[in-house]
């Protein structure tokens, strides 16, 4: 059991029965009374965001969320499928608890695959991906004077607003939690 005075943004819990993880939370003191943790609690097998309010010093159940390394193989449409590298076990991850998250895993590459009581709950990504554009219109010779942006797709089909000098073929340095542009990468 954990105390309110554990949280932590990122930290997984078990509230009404179901896992959620701390999206951001806050203390504060109010007058006379007792101080409150304010939270917004996204549980991890729906996506609903919930508010909710403990009181200082409130017990609740920390999930233990094991984070696994495995290799990322294919998807057939339905499935994402990984490998343990130990168990050399193929696990279907579902694209409803992906999410968004499938725009920045390439085949062959490691993810963090959280896991409780080892069932998979979602993934854990880098804060920056390495993707190599498949689409882009060419850079109009001239315009490199100001901050001009144009879409780029990238092999993955994650679409990301980059400088006029990227080219179709270039590698990019993506930011995973916003899905932003962070620099080209040499090939």
Same mark, same amino acid.
């Given at each position: 059991? &954990?105390?309110?005075?554990?949280?932590?943004?990122?930290?997984?819990?078990?509230?009404n029965?179901?896992?959620?993880?701390?999206?951001?939370?806050?203390?504060?003191?109010?007058?006379?009374?007792? &101080?409150?943790?304010?939270?917004?609690?996204?549980?991890?097998?729906?996506?609903?965001?919930?508010?909710?309010?403990?009181?200082?010093?409130?017990?609740?159940?920390?999930?233990?969320?094991?984070?696994?390394?495995?290799?990322?193989?294919?998807?057939?449409?339905?499935?994402?499928?990984?490998?343990?590298?130990?168990?050399?076990?193929?696990i279907?991850?579902?694209?409803?608890?992906?999410?968004?998250?499938?725009?920045?895993?390439?085949e062959n590459?490691?993810?963090?695959?959280?896991?409780?009581?080892?069932?998979?709950?979602?993934?854990?990504?880098?804060?920056?991906?390495?993707?190599?554009?498949?689409?882009?219109?060419?850079?109009?010779?001239?315009?490199?004077?100001?901050?001009?942006?144009?879409? &780029?797709?990238?092999?993955?089909?994650?679409?990301?607003?980059?400088?006029?000098?990227?080219?179709?073929?270039?590698?990019?340095?993506?930011?995973?939690?916003?899905?932003?542009y962070?620099?080209?990468e040499?090939?």
């Amino acid at each position: 059991m &954990a105390s309110t005075a554990d949280f932590r943004n990122g930290m997984v819990i078990v509230y009404n029965g179901a896992l959620c993880k701390i999206v951001e939370f806050q203390h504060s003191k109010m007058g006379r009374g007792g &101080a409150v943790i304010r939270t917004k609690l996204k549980n991890i097998i729906t996506g609903q965001v919930l508010e909710n309010t403990f009181r200082s010093g409130e017990k609740v159940e920390e999930a233990r969320v094991e984070a696994r390394e495995m290799e990322y193989l294919y998807n057939d449409g339905t499935f994402y499928y990984v490998m343990d590298h130990e168990t050399f076990e193929q696990i279907p991850l579902s694209a409803d608890m992906l999410g968004d998250d499938v725009y920045y895993m390439k085949e062959n590459a490691f993810v963090k695959v959280l896991m409780y009581q080892n069932k998979p709950i979602g993934i854990e990504l880098p804060t920056a991906v390495v993707l190599k554009i498949t689409a882009t219109e060419p850079g109009v010779r001239g315009n490199t004077a100001t901050n001009v942006t144009k879409p &780029a797709t990238c092999e993955t089909g994650l679409e990301v607003q980059v400088p006029i000098f990227i080219n179709e073929g270039d590698l990019i340095k993506v930011d995973t939690r916003d899905g932003s542009y962070l620099g080209r990468e040499s090939n």
